[in-house]
């Protein structure tokens, strides 16, 4: 199976899951006992906290949670007044923000999937925004969009689920939700980054554990999460530089009977999603079984509508539809892209040459 389907979630680092296995096998004290090896369990929460704080602003904490999804629904529900986010939002944004009930504005984008940052009224409480787009990889204006929020009193939001460690945060910020799945870290975990000053009101109610967050912590998931964070610092320049090799060589590869969704200047390059006309994508993926890739957001998958994104962009159903997204990434090599889109464009064109 050649595996590209790096947004839907990444493949755990070997170092990561060497951090859990000690806590998986033996460590099994709870972090939140008092006695020694509850402490111990505590003190490699600690460790890692400070490891995914690291490649955040200064000025805030970070809070475990069970996820981003978790942390998105916390940030926006703990938050009051109006909303303003992007019509290309992750769906745990978008469909959380309508659940609040509360005056939702949500901000077109270009046919290039970026957003203009837009004046924002008063009485909003939230502007909410991804760094980088899930589905086609673009880049937005986060430190525009925090400027514009902070000039009425809002909080700025940032879903950094498929930036963080790839692409800067911006120091305006006030949330910033993360996932470790996303950055070669296990499943069932991520953070919401809270700045210093502001309490949001508990989401989940019991032992305050985390200090407005309820809920037992896994020490195996949070040193897992600690240690994929580090590495995406360590391994930083490789990674981005690999990343830009696949992506040159998967371009070159496709032709002109491809054309990419999205902008291609700010963008993260591990994210091609690129479409073909006339092209049945459900056929593809049943001809190209053992090459794992997708048609939108994994989130979305099943539901039988066409991405939002993608109509967000200006795309027509059918375009939508003979769209395909490939993810890549550190331990994607050269020879299975290559291989890969091979396969692809070649059942690409048995279906029409």
Known sequence: MIYLDYQAT???APEALKAMLPWLEQGH???????????????????????????????????FTSGATEALNWAIKGASGGIVTTAI?????LDTAHATGRDLTILPVDDKGLVAPASVAPGVGLVAAML??????????IAALAEEARRVGAWMLCDAVQGYGRIAIPDGVDLIALSAHKIHGPKGIGALWIRDGITLPALLHGGDQEGGRSGTLSP?????????????????????????????????????????NGSTDRRYRGNLNV???????ARLMSDCRDIAFS?????ASGSGRTSHVLRALGLGDAQARSSIRLGFGRYTTEADLTAAIARLDAAARAQRP
């Open 10 to 12: 990444t493949p755990l």
């Open 29 to 63: 004290a709870n972090p939140h006992s008092p006695h020694r090896a509850g402490r111990q369990a505590r003190a490699a929460v600690e460790v890692a906290r400070d490891q995914v704080a690291a490649l955040l602003p200064p000025g805030g904490r970070v809070v």
């Open 89 to 93: 939002e992750h769906a745990a944004v």
């Open 132 to 141: 980088v787009n899930n589905e086609i990889g673009t880049v937005q204006p």
């Open 220 to 260: 195996a998931l949070c040193a897992g999460f600690g240690v994929a964070a580090k590495l995406m610092a360590a391994r930083a320049e490789e990674d981005m530089a690999h990343v830009e090799r696949l992506w040159a060589l998967a371009i070159a590869q496709l032709g002109p009977d491809w054309t990419i």
């Open 275 to 281: 479409r073909r006309e006339g092209l049945d994508v």
């Open 295 to 299: 048609a939108g957001s994994a989130c």
